[in-house]
């Protein structure tokens, strides 16, 4: 895949880049090693300053860089902007948090002393240059939530990011090389991904994270396997909304439109397979189907814009695929299924709710990666929670009800990385966020997500 900025609103492409060769690869990996064996013995107050600097730079190049994001991937420029302004927040939380987070810790007094210790304390210290192998779909946002507290900890970072979304990757090395970070502490790897083996295998690399496929997943993990290298993976997620009959339909309803079309039906923790217990389903269909075709679907830098263009035109195809496929097994179409009249360039798809679905069709096995949504019929809580359960991810899921006896039931029972309750499934910095099952493993954010690239070293003293 060419290195290329390609206006998915238009399909025209735009920029074109020459990857990194080999021996560019090795100066960024050599750099990233020399920087981290330096960067390490920084304190937090070093540390907290340079990314307060990094999030006020951010902020101040917040129009500019969301319309870098919108040009190059496709997302609503409001939404562009939305996520800037969410990695300015993750800077400043981590930058005020990490110390505390990464305080030494230990065992209780007693058990100290049954160890046969005077002290017993437990140290978090940075592993070393991290790989990062980061997605399109939030191009600012996938790469902060790793990089802000990666840095924090005392860790460099080597970025390889998605081959659609150049610009944008460069600007996040210029971003932190602006705010004073020394040479070598985080860098972008202009390469493709035939090269994330060769650095990941350099003993010089000490871990990896990704954010992408579930295949993309595979390979990173067997490859960091075989070298015994530490990974954290969040792969693809088909998330659950349950409504059961004490929900407030209104609100599930409305809800349920931003949760499947947030970042035009592109993201991991969208709300995709719409469960919907009998009593209420057919008023629920009712409310989501005229929701999701009232969205206005146009050009993204159009401030009056809600869907814009899928990112790629092979990612539309596969949503036809899969739309296709779910119709010949029997699926109806409340609204949507097809390409919108009037909007000939560009990789649009109108938003879909698909009802009646059903185990024999694609979209009730595979992640859908656009606005398109499964609509089932449980006739009780266990059918529904059959149904969430009955997929090979699990990332998050919502239930709607009011009852705190199904709230207990659903967090007990969910097979996910996360239960909302009466709202969508959203990422926060004080919050872990990771999944199950074919999702991935490990965590992101919070105290959790610090420590994954920290070697928690027992420090024991003889009495």
């Known amino acids: 895949?060419?290195?290329?900025?390609?206006?998915?609103?238009?399909?025209?492409?735009?920029?074109?880049?020459?990857?990194?060769?080999?021996?560019?690869?090795?100066?960024?990996?050599?750099?990233?090693?020399?920087?981290?064996?330096?960067?390490?013995?920084?304190?937090?107050?070093?540390?907290?300053?340079?990314?307060?600097?990094?999030?006020?730079?951010?902020?101040?190049?917040?129009?500019?860089?969301?319309?870098t994001v919108t040009t190059e991937m496709g997302k609503p420029l409001t939404a562009a902007r939305a996520e800037a302004a969410k990695c300015v927040k993750a800077m400043r939380w981590y930058a005020g948090n990490a110390e505390a987070l990464l305080a030494d810790d230990g065992p209780s007094d007693a058990d100290v002393r049954d160890s046969g210790a005077a002290t017993a304390r437990v140290h978090y210290r940075p592993l070393g240059p991290v790989?990062?192998?980061?997605?399109?779909?939030?191009?600012?946002?996938?790469?902060?939530?790793?990089?802000?507290?990666?840095?924090?900890?005392?860790?460099?970072?080597?970025?390889?990011?998605?081959?659609?979304v150049p610009q944008t990757a460069l600007y996040l090395e210029d971003l932190f090389r602006r705010a004073g970070y020394p040479d070598g502490v985080f860098q972008t790897l202009l390469t493709g991904s035939d090269a994330v083996e060769g650095v990941l295998r350099d003993p010089r690399v000490a871990a990896a994270t990704l954010t992408g496929s579930e295949a993309a997943g595979r390979s990173v993990a067997a490859v960091a396997g075989d070298e015994v290298k530490k990974?954290?993976?969040?792969?693809?997620?088909?998330?659950?909304?349950?409504?059961?009959?004490?929900?407030?339909?209104?609100?599930?309803?409305?809800?349920?439109?931003?949760?499947?079309?947030?970042?035009n039906g592109q993201s991991c923790i969208a709300a995709k397979r719409f469960i919907v217990h009998a009593d209420v389903h057919d008023e629920f269909v009712d409310r989501f189907t005229a929701g999701m075709a009232a969205l206005r679907v146009g050009d993204p830098m159009d401030e009056a814009t809600d869907v814009g263009p899928l990112a790629s035109e092979?990612?539309?195809?596969?949503?036809?695929?899969?739309?296709?496929?779910?119709?010949?097994?029997g699926a109806g179409v409340r609204c949507g299924g097809r390409r919108p009249e009037g909007l000939d360039r560009g990789w649009y798809y109108e938003p879909t709710v698909l009802t009646g679905v059903t185990p024999a069709m694609r979209v009730h096995h595979e992640e859908t990666f656009g606005p398109v949504a499964s609509v089932y019929r449980a006739g009780n809580l266990d059918e529904a929670l059959d149904i969430a359960n009955d997929s090979p991810f699990g990332l998050s899921s919502n239930v709607w009800t009011r009852d705190d006896a199904e709230v207990e039931r659903c967090v007990r029972d969910l097979e996910a990385g996360g239960v909302y309750v009466n709202g969508m499934t959203a990422s926060h910095p004080a919050l872990p966020f990771g999944g199950v099952k074919r999702s991935g493993y490990g965590r992101e954010l919070s105290g959790h997500g610090i420590k994954e690239f920290c070697n928690a070293t027992t420090v024991w003293r003889a009495a």
């Open 1 to 67: 895949m060419p290195i290329a900025t390609v206006n998915p609103a238009t399909g025209e492409t735009l920029r074109t880049f020459r990857p990194f060769g080999p021996d560019e690869v090795e100066e960024r990996v050599a750099a990233a090693h020399r920087a981290f064996r330096r960067y390490r013995t920084t304190g937090f107050p070093e540390r907290t300053a340079l990314l307060l600097r990094a999030a006020d730079l951010l902020e101040e190049d917040l129009p500019e860089i969301a319309r």
């Open 131 to 164: 790989l990062a192998v980061m997605p399109w779909n939030f191009p600012l946002w996938q790469v902060v939530r790793f990089a802000a507290p990666a840095l924090m900890a005392g860790n460099t970072g080597l970025l390889k990011h998605a081959s659609n």
């Open 231 to 263: 990974t954290v993976l969040e792969l693809g997620g088909s998330d659950p909304y349950l409504v059961l009959p004490s929900a407030d339909l209104e609100r599930a309803a409305a809800t349920a439109v931003t949760a499947r079309t947030q970042n």
């Open 314 to 329: 092979r990612g539309r195809a596969d949503l036809e695929e899969l739309v296709d496929d779910a119709v010949g097994h």
